[in-house]
């Protein structure tokens, strides 16, 4: 029954785009010897859907010029290890992750069920891994999560039948200790339809979700909404008559509205609404107007008003599966969008996902320039601190054989939060893996920016009157010795006052 309902998604979720290139048949790519199809393109991820470049016999590629940094301050940036999530010997697919604190919440899914692990400790140590679909012989993926405080929300798509695809949703209101019952927010009408590809976004009580339907060969954008923390949800309202091409939308917020992004036809889409949800605007068109391929998007907002959408695209490629990261930004709530931006120049990236707030713009994206036919991806970034008008230069965040792909990021207090999934143990199934970054001026333990005595206080405070760590720790380590002690807090001194060293930089 579930490899019925497998391949049957699979058709259904495949139309969607075989409309826009029925020319391209070949669903499948080559990245050294190694050859990788399709699995299952009605995944959450949409991983390894890719529509070929139509343009792919391009001769040379066109050289772009990158923003680059174009400040000489000392800021630091600091990367944990990467850290090990999944351990099982099926293959774990589109990992999502949601933070609250020092609390990481991530699900994903392995054989057509979801699951949940947390860690409690800022992603040091994990905790156990939870099934939070029912076992099953039905299809449950395309899971999405969102957290506000210590209420966790996850929803996902599951057929119970043909005929029956449902939105499953599921909190816990004590920061993924214990989990409430598995509840449908949205079902199969009267008629046969299906329902994927959900996304969720959370502000104080209110809970929102954007799910893509198929009806009678039609694909659209719906929207439910609770006031209740996921207590009842709202009729079904539109969103879009476009779909999401395989690949599920992404919904985020800022304190003007909800903004939602899709890729329908090769074009990349966004909706906006005013009022939490119960109208949307037309469909705003966000990739170029022209014959290059757009696909992959993502979206994130910020609290300054402004919105930022990433997606790939063959526009400069000239290389069949592969293109460059196109970011768009609107700073006004999505009122009017600016030009389109080029992130990377090597013609070699795919997934991009971007995240945003007040302080900094993160992007990061799947890139092949380090497959030499080997079948290695990695992972890159690169951060803005002016709302994406200029970009940091990239950085490079894995280091490992095989593939590093589908990043998804997020941001809380100040700092970046990161899970993928990584072939590193082949011939091992892939695993879902987990790094954090940060970025911090040297001596600047209370983070404000500025090193002056009150870091020499805070410093003091928390070394000696159990006053708040450093959030970043490296901050504080003043001396660069990897320890936090007084020794810091006389190195910071006899720098300020009695023109010592400077606090040890990167
Ligand atoms: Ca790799
Ligand atoms: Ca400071
Ligand atoms: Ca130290």
Not at 243 to 270: E, F
Not at 441 to 469: E, H, M, W
Request: hydrophobic share 35%; aromatic share 14%.
């Amino acid at each position: 029954m579930k490899r019925g309902f497998f391949i049957f998604s699979l058709l259904i979720v495949f139309s969607i785009c075989l409309f826009a290139y029925a020319e391209d048949s070949e669903y499948g790519r080559i990245v050294g010897d190694r050859k990788y199809f399709v699995e299952n393109p009605a995944r959450g991820g949409g991983r390894d859907y890719i529509v070929k470049n139509p343009r792919a016999t391009l001769p040379q590629p066109i050289a772009v010029s990158l923003a680059k940094m174009d400040s000489t301050q000392e800021e630091c940036q600091v990367w944990t290890e990467d850290q090990r999530v999944s351990f099982s010997e099926l293959t774990p697919y589109s990992p999502r992750i949601a933070v609250n604190g020092d609390t990481i919440h991530v699900v994903w899914e392995q054989w057509y069920e979801v699951f949940y692990k947390r860690s409690l400790d800022g992603g040091i140590t994990w905790g156990d891994t939870v099934p939070l679909s029912l076992i099953d012989t039905y299809g449950s993926f395309m899971q999405d999560i969102a957290v506000e405080h210590n209420i966790v929300y996850v929803v996902w798509a599951k057929a119970s039948s043909e005929q029956d695809q449902r939105i499953y949703f599921r909190k816990s209101t004590d920061g993924g200790t214990n989990w409430g019952s598995i509840c449908p927010i949205a079902l199969a009408g009267p008629d046969y339809y299906g329902l994927y590809c959900p996304t969720i976004t959370v502000k104080d009580s209110l809970v929102f979700v954007v799910y893509q339907k198929h009806i009678d060969g039609h694909h659209c954008l719906r929207f439910k909404k609770s006031l209740n923390w996921g207590e009842t949800w709202s009729g079904e309202i539109p969103v879009s008559e476009r779909g999401s091409d395989g690949i599920s939308p992404k919904m985020v917020h800022n304190y003007a509205g909800l903004y939602v992004v899709h890729a329908s036809g090769l074009i990349i889409w966004c909706n906006r609404s005013t009022n939490w949800g119960d109208s949307w605007s037309d469909d705003i068109f966000i990739s170029d107007m022209d014959s290059s391929t757009a696909q992959w998007p993502s979206i994130g907002a910020d609290d300054n008003g402004a919105v930022y959408i990433t997606w790939f695209d063959y526009k400069y490629s000239p290389y069949g599966w592969t293109g460059d990261i196109f970011l768009r930004r609107s700073t006004n709530n999505g009122e009017t969008w600016g030009s389109i931006m080029v992130l990377t120049d090597n013609h070699l990236c795919i997934e991009s996902d971007v995240c945003a707030d007040k302080s900094s713009v993160h992007v990061v994206w799947h890139d092949e320039r380090h497959n030499t036919g080997n079948g290695n991806v990695e992972i890159y970034h690169r951060r803005s601190t002016n709302l994406g008008a200029t970009w940091l230069e990239e950085t490079r965040l894995t280091d490992a054989p095989y593939q590093s792909g589908d990043p998804r990021i997020t941001k809380d207090n100040s700092k970046l939060y990161m899970v993928w999934v990584d072939n590193r143990h082949e011939p091992d199934a892939q695993a879902v893996y987990f790094k954090k970054g940060a970025w911090y001026y040297p001596g600047d333990a209370n983070g404000d920016t500025i090193v002056n005595s009150s870091d020499v206080v805070y410093l003091i405070n928390f070394l000696f009157k159990a006053g708040p760590a450093p959030n970043v720790y490296e901050a504080g380590d003043a001396n660069g010795d990897a320890v936090l002690n007084s020794a810091d807090v006389v190195h910071l001194i006899n720098y300020l006052f009695k023109e010592g060293p400077a606090p040890v930089g990167c």
